[in-house]
């Protein structure tokens, strides 16, 4: 099942990927999770934010957020504009 969601993403254009990223922070290339993290609530893009939870448990605004790093799948995206 991971193939196929890889490959679905594949198919993605950049800015269904950039939209996915920035709004629901999947789809993301790798983002680094650590350089400006002292200042990440003021600086991060909310996608950046949600990506590096969900991979790192890093920048966790909430714990919905946090609870919000094991669900859903990354590739599952409705399109974006």
Known sequence: KQQQQ???QQQWTQ???QWCCDHEGRGCPHLDCFAGYSVWRQSWARGKQLWCCRHYSVACE???DHQAQGG???FDMPEGP
């Open 15 to 17: 800015s269904q990927r």
């Open 6 to 8: 890889q490959q679905k």
């Open 62 to 64: 909430t714990d919905d």
């Open 72 to 74: 859903g799948t990354e």
